[in-house]
């Protein structure tokens, strides 16, 4: 009898820690970070690249694994938080980049920080912002622990209240890859004969993720949009793609010239109606600076298809152009060009649109990448019918 009781005892047992194990998000591990001493010949500049290393000015870089996590829970009064971190390398040859999106229920903009970890530390910490040129005013802070294990989570500090954020249940996950075409010219020659600066890299790198359904209600932008929004071509053999490294002599100063250019893909926003993903891409061809700009995709969770501002509002309507124009010129100024060319770059909040102009489109290089937001009361009038905003517009 005892036997008996001790068996029931220990099957309930294994039941009650499958339970909790299935409760738990299922989290794609990638594989270690992997680092490589770099050997230094003393006389030469001249640094010998071994596979998923690569040399910037005498340092390593660590080339470490891909990818892209969702979080999602609840703050004060029930608000809705969503959190997308990511890990992809950052632009001008830095290392690799923890950083994240944010959204809150009822505000009108996705919020963007970065992650950093102490070595004294066993926890990454950001600080998210409303806008770092008013006082710095901070949202929340956040700290991530235990990466890359079925124990992760976020702590966010929010209204002096500390709340754990855990992996969505519900949001897609994703399987992520990178490529790095590196190659570091050996200005040593040219550097003797006093023509050179020092040795430079030039980088291709692709960030991408292939999108997999956690859930029934995500199965139709799973399979048609599959991954997130990148070149077809570059996509092709993603799943052979490998960090290739090389070495090239230089020996004239026009050898001396870097060169850069990144392609990365992440989603910013999701609920059970729209699914946002921004497309940030890097390019630097020599001068003061590199270009860069941000674009949105806006895609309908129940097909997976691209929604394009022309479906959703009547952006022909005269009185729409001229209160589009007077908006951005409360806000940027009378002294733009006329008349103001509508953005065809925008995401969608339950609040509102949210409309992107590329660096130089609307103001100058150190006016950023200018955003305009439009609440749906202010758009009412111009939304079309039988659309996904009428979803978000019901009042």
């Known amino acids: ?14 039941f009650s820690c499958q339970s909790k194990n299935d409760e738990k998000k299922s989290v794609i591990v990638p594989k270690p970070v992997s680092e490589i001493k770099i050997e230094e010949k003393n006389e030469s500049l001249i640094y010998k690249i071994k596979e998923n290393t690569i040399v910037i000015g005498g340092d390593t870089l660590k080339i470490e694994a891909p990818f892209i996590y969702s979080f999602e829970g609840k703050l004060d009064n029930d608000k809705k938080i969503q959190i997308h971190i990511s890990n992809k390398l950052t ?32 926890f990454y910490t950001g600080e998210v912002y409303y806008d770092r040129n008013e006082n710095e005013k901070t949202i929340c802070n956040l700290k991530l622990y235990n990466l890359f294990t079925n124990e992760m989570f976020i702590e966010c500090i929010y209204n002096k209240k500390t709340y754990k954020i855990y992996p969505s249940k519900k949001f897609p996950s994703y399987k992520c890859f990178d490529k790095i075409d590196y190659t570091l010219f050996d200005t040593g020659k040219t550097y003797k004969k006093g023509i050179a600066k020092d040795y ?90 590199g270009m860069y700009h941000t674009s949105y995709d806006n895609y309908e969770v129940s097909s997976g298809k691209k929604i394009e501002i022309a479906q959703i509002l009547n952006t022909k309507d005269e009185n729409f152009i001229d209160f589009y124009g007077n908006k951005i010129r409360s806000d940027y100024g009378d002294e733009l060009l006329t008349p103001i060319k509508l953005a065809n770059n925008f995401y969608i909040l339950p609040t509102g649109i949210t409309f992107s102009y590329a660096p130089y489109e609307l103001v100058g290089f150190a006016g950023g990448e200018p955003e305009i937001f439009f609440s749906y009361k202010e758009l009412k009038p111009y939304i079309l019918k039988n659309t996904i905003l009428d979803k978000y517009n019901s009042n």
């Not at 008996?4 to 309930?12: D, P």
């Not at 994240?100 to 102490?118: A, S, V």
Request: a negative charge; hydrophobic letters at 35%; one cysteine or more.
């Open 1 to 14: 009898m005892r036997k008996t009781i001790l068996g029931l005892l220990i099957i309930a047992l294994c």
């Open 91 to 122: 632009e001008e040859f830095g290392g690799y980049w923890k950083s994240g999106n944010l959204y809150i229920d009822g505000e009108n903009q996705i919020f963007g920080f970065g992650l950093i970890k102490n070595d004294k530390e066993d």
């Open 200 to 289: 430079t890299p030039s980088r291709d790198y692709i960030f991408l993720g292939e999108i997999l359904s956690n859930d029934k209600s995500f199965e139709a932008l799973s399979l048609n949009l599959k991954y997130l929004p990148i070149d077809s071509v570059s996509i092709k053999n993603h799943h052979k793609w490998k960090h290739n490294f090389d070495i090239k002599k230089a020996v004239s100063n026009e050898d001396n010239y870097t060169t850069e250019s990144l392609s990365v893909s992440s989603p910013i926003f999701i609920d059970s109606n729209i699914y946002v993903v921004s497309d940030y891409w890097y390019n630097y061809m020599g001068g003061a600076h």
